[in-house]
């Protein structure tokens, strides 16, 4: 059985379009054992209700502590499936993907994979901007073995068991931090160069996201604390967290050497900055003192917060 888990948050018609392209995808890939489990974190809007209006789908609320890896984990809990699809709510999944990774006793060509979605980037007011592709379809594009998942993947049920399912102590990258955890294992992400889902997301650039950039850079900073002996996360890290990595050693330096090591780190935060606010909506002021705050964040982070497992608390609902 492939068990679908969506999971989201004040999605409205996004997660209209979600769970009807799941019911597309079950009728035109011929799918003929599975269910469909949504879990909801507290929506204010009328994402329940929406969901509620599909009478094949299993609604679930959480009613204590929310995030992805909460709602995930209560999916699977709830599952039924040895094969897990999970899907977030602001996903329109595509037909053809799970007939070509599936054999004829329904089992997964390999137990951890996830496909190519593309970004369908709106406004703050949810007029429609641009497609973004995240990567350009070809006859030459290959698979390839990746640790990052997204919100977007199937999992064989006991390999999901095997490491726990996600660790919920992780407000933000979840996803990341298990697909670290099965490379450890031997088992990293599978994608296959086939457009599985449209993604509907404001632009990862919105000014309407610039609140979440401590949350980003607290959760970044414990995710870099537990994986900082993962070979295979250095890279990532020293790519994304480059700035608070150059404030750290630049604070050391200049505690015991000299104070013009500081020079150097606000050189590296100037251009930095630059770049940011060539791709975003916040100007180069704003850009810069966003930076700094979340470099500073970062490296309290990392020494000092250490978050507790949270409990799943939850109910069902009842069409």
């Known amino acids: 059985m492939i068990s679908f888990i969506v999971i989201g948050k004040n999605e409205g018609w996004r997660l209209t379009k979600c769970l009807t392209s799941i019911n597309t ?44 890896a909460i709602a995930r984990n209560i999916g699977a809990l709830e599952a039924k499936g040895d094969i897990l699809f999970f899907i977030d709510g602001d996903m329109e999944v595509l037909p053809g993907f799970l007939p070509s990774v599936m054999t004829s006793n329904n089992k997964l060509l390999y137990p951890f994979m996830s496909g190519i979605f593309e970004d369908y980037i709106y406004d703050e007011n949810w007029n429609f901007i641009e497609i973004q592709k995240r990567l350009k379809i070809s006859e030459t594009l290959k698979d390839r073995f990746e640790t990052t998942t997204g919100g977007l993947f199937i999992i064989e049920s006991s390999l999901w068991k095997s490491v726990g399912g996600m660790d919920n102590r992780l407000v933000r990258s979840q996803d990341f931090d298990l697909g670290l955890r099965l490379s450890n294992k031997g088992i990293p992400l599978l994608r296959k160069p086939f457009l599985l889902a449209l993604h509907h997301t404001l632009s990862y650039f919105n000014v309407v996201r610039k609140n979440s950039y401590a949350t980003y850079s607290v959760y970044s900073a414990i995710l870099a ?30 505690i015991i050497i000299s104070p013009f090591f500081m020079f150097f780190y606000s050189l590296i935060c100037l251009l930095r900055s630059y770049k940011i606010y060539s791709k975003s909506q916040l100007n180069y002021f704003n850009s810069f003192w966003i930076l700094l705050c979340r470099d500073v964040i970062f490296i309290l982070a990392f020494f000092s917060i250490y978050p507790k497992m949270s409990k799943m608390e939850y109910e069902k609902f009842s069409s």
Do not use: P, W
């Open 25 to 68: 995808v079950i009728k035109e890939d011929g799918i003929t054992d599975y269910e469909i489990i949504y879990v909801d974190s507290k929506s204010t809007d009328d994402s329940v209700e929406r969901a509620l209006c599909f009478k094949d789908v299993q609604v679930y609320e959480i009613t204590g502590e929310c995030n992805a």
């Open 225 to 254: 604390r537990k994986n900082i002996m993962n070979k295979k996360f250095i890279h990532h890290f020293i790519r994304t967290d480059y700035s608070a990595i150059i404030l750290f050693f630049s604070l050391f330096f200049s």
